[in-house]
Every structure is written in C-alpha cells, then in structure tokens.
C-alpha cells in the first residue's frame, strides 16, 4: 500500500494556479503535470511538496490583496516541510503563520 497525504491550507498573497515548478536552489523548472512541485533541502535533507490552487479571494489584510485555497501534497515528511515550502516560494506564507512569515 502507499499513503498519500493531501492537505488543504490558505496562503498569504497569489499563489499560480497551473505549470510546474521543480526548483532546487538554482530555480530551474520543468512542465511535467498540473500540480506545482518544490525540492529543495530543508536543513540537509531533501523535501518535495505539490500544491495546486484551488481557489483565489480578495482579502484587505493579505499581503497582496489575495489570498490563494491551495491543495498540498508533501512527498517526503520533514518539519514544518509545508510552511518552510509556502514561506520559501516568493515569500507567501500560510495564513496565521508567525513563525516563517
């Protein structure tokens, strides 16, 4: 068997709804499906998150004026693997995150 683990989270700003990232430290991408992908090291390990947005909403207190309903998919399991990844990417945290915000 294999599990599969999907989450869902709010992210703070405009997250891309289609294409696929597959960004190490150099920020190179490949199109491989609809769902984004992050791998990078956290610390000295490996992480690879998917993610794909669901739904945008305009909100006065996020921090471009959007948030982004994302669908998230993190193929290895380290610490706070999520909220590093969202923090990471152009600097869109998850919603109520003060720790990587």
Same mark, same amino acid.
């Not at 471009?64 to 193929?75: A, F, K």
């Given at each position: ?30 199109? !491989?499906?609809?769902?984004?992908? %992050?791998?990078?090291?956290? $610390?000295?390990?490996?992480? +690879?998150?998917?993610?794909? =947005? ?11 004026? !959007?948030?982004?309903?994302?669908? %998230?998919?993190?193929?290895? $399991?380290?610490?706070?693997? +999520?909220?590093?990844?969202? =923090? ?14």
């Amino acid at each position: 068997r294999k599990v599969v683990k999907e989450y869902t989270a709010i992210v703070n700003g405009d997250v891309a709804a289609d294409g696929v990232k597959d960004d190490k430290l150099t920020g190179s991408g490949t199109h !491989t499906s609809n769902w984004n992908i %992050v791998n990078y090291p956290l $610390g000295s390990k490996y992480a +690879i998150t998917q993610w794909r =947005a669901i739904r945008h909403a305009k909100s006065l207190n996020a921090k471009d004026g !959007t948030l982004t309903l994302v669908q %998230v998919r993190p193929l290895t $399991g380290r610490y706070h693997q +999520i909220r590093r990844h969202f =923090a990471w990417i152009g600097r869109r945290p998850l919603v109520g995150d003060h720790l990587y915000a």
